[in-house]
């Protein structure tokens, strides 16, 4: 069971590598691809209220590497020689406290048992993929419940004698 104080750490080209939609973004422009992505983990975060970091390995791009908000989420560019999978173990091991769960989304299965040597559960690109698609189908559904608890505002100011008169009119009764 996920906590909002939990967080749950991403490794972003392998979630782009992963999921079909990003897959094919990712062949036509990367950056669409990356965009896609953070914005269906901001809406994941939105509806879980986890933390959500995203990992994008720029290990073979020469720089100190960048860490900035965008849609709310924490993105992590690594720094040169640094490697997503190193970058997220580290995350991991900062971020450990009893309270809070560290969930670590890779299809890597090397990755994965590093992140759960470290103490983070971990979750597969399908299966973090499912979830979204189970949170934003219950998303739509109270939109759906929303729309259907309209009330009659006017209905519950009136005096009953005027509730009458508009029954009356209603039925064509003068």
């Given at each position: 069971?996920?906590?909002?104080?939990?967080?749950?750490?991403?490794?972003?080209?392998?979630?782009?590598?992963?999921?079909?939609?990003?897959?094919?973004?990712?062949?036509?422009?990367?950056?669409?691809?990356?965009?896609?992505?953070?914005?269906?983990?901001?809406?994941?975060?939105?509806?879980?209220?986890?933390?959500?970091?995203?990992?994008?390995?720029?290990?073979?791009?020469?720089?100190?590497?960048?860490?900035?908000?965008?849609?709310?989420?924490?993105?992590?560019?690594?720094?040169?020689?640094?490697?997503?999978?190193?970058?997220?173990?580290?995350?991991?091991?900062?971020?450990?406290?009893?309270?809070?769960?560290?969930?670590?989304?890779?299809?890597?299965?090397?990755?994965?048992?590093?992140?759960?040597?470290?103490?983070?559960?971990?979750?597969?690109?399908?299966?973090?993929?499912?979830?979204i698609k189970q949170n934003r189908?219950?998303?739509?559904?109270?939109?759906?419940?929303?729309?259907?608890?309209?009330?009659?505002?006017?209905?519950?100011?009136?005096?009953?004698?005027?509730?009458?008169?508009?029954?009356?009119?209603?039925?064509?009764?003068?």
């Amino acid at each position: 069971m996920k906590r909002r104080d939990d967080v749950l750490l991403v490794d972003g080209y392998n979630m782009i590598g992963a999921w079909p939609e990003l897959a094919a973004l990712r062949d036509k422009e990367l950056e669409d691809a990356r965009d896609r992505l953070l914005e269906l983990l901001a809406d994941y975060q939105g509806f879980t209220g986890m933390t959500v970091i995203v990992v994008f390995d720029a290990h073979q791009v020469p720089g100190v590497g960048s860490t900035f908000k965008q849609h709310r989420l924490t993105v992590v560019y690594t720094k040169e020689r640094e490697t997503a999978d190193a970058c997220i173990e580290r995350l991991a091991s900062d971020l450990a406290m009893r309270s809070r769960n560290i969930h670590v989304a890779t299809s890597d299965l090397v990755e994965q048992h590093v992140a759960f040597g470290k103490g983070a559960l971990r979750i597969s690109a399908r299966e973090l993929l499912i979830e979204i698609k189970q949170n934003r189908k219950a998303i739509e559904q109270r939109v759906v419940e929303q729309r259907n608890k309209v009330r009659n505002e006017l209905d519950g100011n009136l005096s009953m004698d005027v509730r009458m008169k508009l029954e009356k009119l209603r039925r064509g009764k003068s």
